[in-house]
């Protein structure tokens, strides 16, 4: 059944919560969680392919250190998180979806100060086949440029996938899409190109694919996943600073992440791109590395 339309607090299925299977309903937490408040939540996006969650104990220790640079440790370990994971997607009776594990601080203390709070952990699972609209992702995304930039690390943990640090990738966002576009690129706090709102994002120029060093934003596992790809398809990927006048020279773009996969970007603001060869290769070769040897043979 598909779940498209409805409010994520009134689906039907089962959400894994603290070590128990309840009701997607009654998932809940109280309005005075401290994850809610001050921010000291982490989670991960991760993809089930034919009923394998990819790089799954990948995702599990980035979530666990994650967790860490927030100050505090999931009580499971990666096994254990691991195994429910898999227990969520088999009791809701998918095979092909997205899988949302969330850990917070709860709610024993108010204020900035949470030593003594339970860390919860939750995780929930659901159809998701596309994270753009499948018209615009063929013939590649349009791009705004944000007003917002990705902090200097010696102000955010960011190498923690942790909410707060997605507050202006939603404001980035939300204005792109008000003035029509599907995403935003946004500069890191040098100016240089840093990333979307959720996707790492790769140029090509004469056969070289080209990306922002993550040295002040999230190192995504998609993106390690596509490097490696390309690298063994005997294309050369330079990691480097890229300065915002270079765009004019790539003649391709597409970004990655685990919703976004590998997807083709058209233009960024008045910058124009063509999907092509290398692109489409990536593509191609994204899908068959995702997929479970058995189904991709």
């Not at 607090?9 to 809610?36: C, E, M, N, T």
């Amino acid at each position: 059944m598909s779940a498209q339309g409805v409010p994520f607090d009134q689906r039907d299925g089962w959400i894994w919560y603290d070590g128990v299977f309840v009701p997607w309903a009654d998932a809940k937490l109280h309005v005075l969680s401290h994850g809610l408040h001050y921010g000291s939540t982490v989670f991960e996006g991760e993809r089930a392919y034919g009923g394998t969650i990819f790089k799954s104990a990948e995702h599990s220790e980035r979530l666990r250190l994650s967790a860490e640079m927030l100050d505090f440790t999931i009580p499971y370990t990666i096994g254990e998180i691991d195994a429910a994971k898999k227990a969520t997607l088999e009791k809701n009776n998918l095979v092909d979806a997205y899988i949302r594990p969330v850990a917070w601080r709860g709610s024993e203390m108010m204020g900035v100060a949470a030593q003594k709070n339970t860390i919860h952990l939750a995780i929930g699972v659901w159809e998701w086949p596309s994270y753009f609209d499948p018209e615009q992702r063929l013939k590649g995304l349009r791009l705004d440029l944000s007003e917002w930039r990705r902090p200097d690390p010696a102000t955010i943990p960011c190498k923690a996938k942790a909410a707060g640090l997605y507050m202006i990738c939603t404001i980035s966002k939300h204005r792109a899409e008000r003035r029509g576009f599907a995403d935003a690129l946004m500069l890191d706090y040098r100016g240089y190109v840093a990333e979307c709102t959720g996707a790492n994002i790769f140029f090509v120029k004469d056969g070289v694919i080209h990306t922002p060093t993550p040295d002040c934003f999230l190192d995504g596992l998609t993106r390690r996943t596509v490097i490696d790809i390309a690298r063994r398809h005997g294309i050369e990927v330079v990691e480097r600073h890229i300065k915002p006048e270079e765009l004019s020279s790539f003649t391709e773009c597409f970004i990655t992440g685990t919703a976004a996969e590998v997807t083709p970007v058209g233009s960024i603001a008045d910058w124009h791109f063509a999907p092509s060869g290398i692109t489409h290769q990536l593509m191609d070769s994204y899908t068959a590395e995702v997929r479970p040897k058995q189904q991709a043979a």
